[in-house]
């Protein structure tokens, strides 16, 4: 794309997304030119619908992927090429409703116990404890533990935006003792490289083999340590509103999907049946 790259990545900067959005962006309309073998320019309507099916129909994306990939495109049409009309008849993929993965506090002490590594030990309960996304826990810096207020700063997450959320006594302990040990700075968990944070792809391939070695059978990636927070909170009387807050959810419609998949919720929800003046079934037959 070379110099159409350059004024996408300066566009997608003046914007103000995450250096990861842009990455991702990136990448996608890449895929889309070498599909075609055309420059952006010499393309509308036709070829996009074209790409977007084939990874639909052929490749099978996930739809999370085709999302990502249909706001690349736009995003390159609508702001860098001024074309909005080549994609504004493009339907944009309704998201399935699929319950989030949660994991039972004993399957996250197994897991957790699994794990070797005092850093990824202490990255992996950090998620869990505190609610974060996996590149918040990566990019998480030594400044941003509050000890005295016992409050854990989240500093340019999702959209751009900050937040505060719970720092448990066990995590803070958890996290003093792991800073005695690996003496971090400024990246609380940094990478082979000491002034870059570690990577999500470290931390996934982590993830799974402890997964495997804790005896999870399940599917899932880091994110269930998120989904279980949620639950977990909710489970223990936590408010919405104040989940919504450590969540980071823009709207309390975001959150609520968690009242549907706590099991302790579930499993103390009083029975109608219980309630009503039923005979027997034996003697009605």
């Known amino acids: 794309m070379g110099q159409l790259r350059d004024r996408m990545e300066q566009d997608l900067i003046l914007r103000g997304l995450s250096p990861t959005t842009r990455k991702i962006y990136l ?21 996009v619908r074209q790409f977007l099916l084939h990874l639909i129909c052929h490749d099978r994306v996930s739809a999370e992927t085709y999302r ?10 609508v702001v860098t090429l001024g074309r909005e009309w080549e994609v504004q008849r493009i339907p944009f993929r309704k998201r399935p409703k699929r319950l989030p ?5 004993d399957e996250i002490a197994a897991l957790l116990a699994a794990v070797r590594r005092p850093k990824y030990r202490v990255l992996l309960m950090t998620l869990y404890a505190a609610g974060l996304r996996i590149s918040e826990g990566c990019r998480l810096q030594v400044q941003d533990i509050d000890s005295p207020r016992r409050v854990l700063h989240v500093r340019g997450a999702k959209g751009q935006k900050d937040r505060q959320t719970v720092l448990c006594r066990e995590l803070l302990h958890a996290l003093r003792r792991y ?12 990478g082979s490289q000491p002034d870059q944070p570690i990577s999500t792809a470290a931390v996934r391939r982590v993830f799974k083999d402890a997964c495997q070695r804790a005896g999870i059978g399940r599917a899932c990636a880091p994110h269930a340590l998120r989904h279980s927070f949620a639950t977990h909170q909710l489970e223990a009387g936590t408010d919405l509103a104040v989940l919504q807050a450590l969540m980071g959810h823009a709207s309390v419609k975001t959150t609520t999907i968690y009242t549907h998949v706590g099991l302790e919720l579930l499993q103390n929800t009083p029975s109608l049946l219980d309630q009503l003046p039923l005979d027997p079934i034996e003697s009605a037959c």
């Not at 996608?28 to 070829?47: D, I, L, S, T, W």
């Not at 249909?70 to 995003?75: M, S, W």
């Not at 800073?179 to 940094?190: H, K, S, Y």
């Open 27 to 47: 990448i996608y309309a890449r895929k889309f030119v070498a599909f075609h073998g055309r420059p952006p320019q010499q393309m509308g309507e036709a070829q």
């Open 179 to 190: 800073w005695l040990i690996d003496r971090p700075g400024p990246w609380l968990f940094p």
């Open 101 to 105: 993965t949660v994991l039972s506090r």
């Open 68 to 77: 990502q990939v249909y706001a690349a495109i736009k995003f390159l049409y």
